[in-house]
């Protein structure tokens, strides 16, 4: 019902900023939850950051303070500014979304739609 591509990833090396987005098309009217996860070489995919049709976040621990979550609803695209970026930071990231009002937990089962990623690397 709805589809997801992101863009904005590539190399930057640590303390640098990229932002990543996540354009939405088709069933767009309905209120989403939208998110951004990320998985790492050899690791499950984790949670980023979510925002609700409310404008409520959340942020996974690891990136408080560093990362803002935002959306253009104009455009219907999703944003990742993701600033003082650290080596850890390096995997694919991934958008999602989730029908509804809720702002969810970060869980990868509560997000049916889903994007092909794209590749951030942090060089140390």
């Known amino acids: 019902q709805v589809q997801l591509v992101e863009s904005g990833g590539g190399s930057v090396q640590a303390g640098g900023s990229l932002r990543l987005s996540c354009a939405a098309s088709g069933d767009t009217s309905n209120p989403y939850c939208m998110a951004w996860f990320r998985r790492a070489p050899g690791k499950e995919r984790e949670g980023v950051a979510s925002f609700d049709s409310n404008g409520n976040t959340r942020y996974a621990d690891s990136v408080k303070g560093r990362f803002t979550i935002s959306r253009d609803n104009a455009k219907n695209t999703l944003y990742l500014q993701m600033n003082s970026l650290k080596p850890e930071d390096t995997a694919m990231y991934y958008c999602?979304?989730?029908?509804?009002?809720?702002?969810?937990?970060?869980?990868?089962?509560?997000?049916?739609?889903w994007g092909q990623g794209t590749q951030v690397t942090v060089s140390a």
């Open positions: 999602a979304a989730a029908r509804g009002w809720a702002l969810l937990q970060l869980r990868v089962s509560n997000f049916g739609y």
